[in-house]
């Protein structure tokens, strides 16, 4: 006798990253879904960007993929259906601008430059450092 679980339809994959509906800012609640057999975010749909409907989870049926693609974006089941398409895409890029690292003249990979830090004058914790014995090696 298998359970029916209420909340199946509106239950997508939980993914810490992607743990805040971008049109609300709140939290998604986290659930254990019986028929994920996974952590899921309850009453949330996922969609792709630029798709006018939601994914229904498992995409691929029992024997398919089960996952969320890097590209999916999970929102609240209300902010989705009681949003226009045109808000959702304006608060994605609001999340996108507010929450990515932005590259500095010189930096890679997306992060900012490290700032230069000024060594420490400090004659007593220079004395102290100096004072300290060496480590040994540990293996």
Request: aromatic share 8%.
């Amino acid at each position: 006798d298998i359970e029916y679980d209420p909340f199946a339809h509106w239950a997508v994959p939980y993914d810490v990253r992607r743990s805040v509906c971008p049109i609300s800012g709140e939290a998604l609640e986290k659930t254990w879904s019986t028929t994920l057999n996974d952590w899921a975010c309850k009453d949330a749909v996922v969609m792709e960007i630029g798709a006018d409907k939601p994914i229904r989870f498992p995409p691929g049926g029992p024997i398919g993929p089960h996952g969320l693609s890097e590209t999916a974006v999970i929102f609240k089941k209300s902010c989705f259906f009681n949003t226009l398409p045109e808000k959702r895409l304006r608060a994605l890029e609001e999340c996108r601008s507010t929450h990515c690292l932005l590259k500095s003249k010189g930096a890679t990979g997306g992060a900012p430059e490290p700032k230069k830090v000024p060594k420490s004058v400090d004659s007593e914790l220079q004395a102290l450092a100096a004072s300290r014995r060496p480590t040994a090696k540990f293996f």
